[in-house]
């Protein structure tokens, strides 16, 4: 395995990251193709406060801040086409009652906001570290462009009843366009 990034994060952030990964990929394995859940490298809590991130993937990591407008444009693009690929997935999941609407709700939270910090880019692909909804509430940081398609419907939990969405807090709202 090989770090992709290293971050020094908090520990409660550190433990949603391990739980999230794991409900993602857990989900998602044998849903969407390797190339396509391969994109989210697994986070390892390496001491207290500082988390690494692996993947069987070799070359040089570069952070998204670092692309050229055209290379962060044609990265967005197939991020986009992964992301898209993945709600799918989801809402293929659900209609087959793989996973209930709670879980297709929270799987969409986790992709759904992605910060400029947490995308990656290796051999020109596209790794995602982590979504806002891994950071605390009052961690305003930048985003990418862009979200995730979220379903039109409202979620439903385990009894039927409709699921109330998550507030966004802070500058998470700003600034994003729905691939919808």
């Known amino acids: 395995m090989n770090r992709i990034a290293q971050r020094a994060l908090g520990p409660e ?72 690929t993945i709600d799918q997935s989801i809402g293929q999941l659900e209609s087959r009652q793989a996973i209930t609407g709670a879980q ?8 759904a906001e992605i910060p400029q910090d947490a995308l990656v880019v290796v051999d020109g692909e596209p790794f995602v570290l982590y979504g806002c909804s891994a950071l605390n509430a009052d961690q305003q940081v930048p985003l990418l462009p862009m979200v995730a398609a979220v379903a039109a419907a409202a979620p439903v939990g385990v009894d039927g009843a409709a699921v109330k969405p998550l507030p966004v807090v802070g500058k998470r709202r700003c600034s994003l366009i729905c691939l919808g």
């Open 13 to 84: 952030v550190a433990d949603r990251l391990l739980q999230q990964h794991e409900q993602l990929t857990a989900a998602l394995r044998g849903a969407v193709p390797p190339s396509v859940l391969g994109m989210f490298p697994r986070p390892v809590q390496a001491a207290p406060g500082q988390v690494q991130w692996l993947s069987h993937v070799a070359g040089v990591p570069q952070p998204y801040s670092d692309l050229s407008p055209s290379q962060a444009d044609g990265l967005l693009k197939r991020l986009k086409q992964r992301l898209e």
């Open 104 to 111: 297709a709700f929270a799987l969409r939270q986790i992709i």
